[in-house]
């Protein structure tokens, strides 16, 4: 699942409604996260999240899709499923005002192999990956390295008042050979984010020694602004002995 609109392509939508096509972005049935990469459970996609699907149809409605098709759902269509889909369908009302949880694409294989191979990865289990389609993570930053990831939302958040039915913006980071000695610094859209604002844990579904999570768990929405926007991650210090190899 894409929820960076990435199946209503700009230039496709460009060149379809230049020449009187419509555009129907296919939302995909599954998802994963760093989770499959960090833990034991690769090989185990998982159904998305009624949030995902949301992001999703956002997304593509955002950058021009005339329609979406929804593969497939769990079997049988239970009540989640099927408000789902009265959500999806209803994008100037119901969808506006969902949940959505939005994140960045990213490449099960390294990005080095990713622009050298320029063609298909094959993953030691064997799956293989479209390292033609642009992903943004994961990246990898060595003591003093920061690196910039571009997180697509569809949704006005910030000049959603403070009345609207909008809750609370939460942003969580996924690390991989971390420590809480480490010290990181992040910025949304080039503006600071407090360290007081943080909250580190251990990723969920994996060996708390392996990946955290960094979680700001109430966002400025003035932080934050329709289409694409800046995460900038920095890793300003770590203890002696500690540089991945």
Not at 162 to 190: F, K, P, Q, W, Y
Not at 197 to 211: F, I, K, L, M
Request: proline share 7%; with cysteine; charged share 20%.
């Amino acid at each position: 699942l894409d929820t960076q609109g990435g199946s209503a392509a700009e230039w496709l939508v460009r060149h379809a409604h230049a020449n009187d096509v419509e555009v129907i972005s296919m939302l995909q049935p599954y998802y994963s996260d760093t989770t499959h990469m960090l833990s034991r459970n690769r090989l185990n996609p998982e159904n998305s999240t009624k949030a995902m699907r949301h992001a999703a149809a956002a997304a593509a409605y955002a950058k021009g899709a005339d329609g979406l098709c929804v593969w497939f759902l769990p079997w049988p269509l239970g009540a989640n499923e099927r408000d789902s889909l009265r959500t999806i369908a209803d994008p100037d009302h119901a969808l506006l005002t969902a949940d959505k949880h939005y994140f960045a694409r990213w490449h099960m294989c390294e990005p080095d192999s990713v622009r050298s191979n320029m063609g298909t990865e094959a993953s030691p289990e064997g799956i293989e990956w479209d390292a033609m389609y642009p992903a943004e993570l994961p990246v990898r930053l060595h003591s003093g390295d920061s690196a910039s990831v571009e997180l697509f939302i569809a949704d006005d958040i910030g000049d959603a008042p403070s009345t609207s039915t909008l809750g609370a913006v939460v942003l969580r980071i996924g690390l991989h050979g971390t420590t809480n000695r480490d010290e990181m610094t992040i910025s949304l859209n080039g503006v600071p984010v407090d360290p007081q604002q943080w909250r580190r844990r251990p990723y969920p579904g994996c060996d708390p020694y392996v990946a955290q999570m960094i979680e700001v768990g109430a966002v400025p929405r003035r932080l934050l602004k329709t289409g694409a926007n800046s995460v900038h991650i920095g890793l300003s210090n770590r203890p002696q002995g500690l540089e991945l190899a």
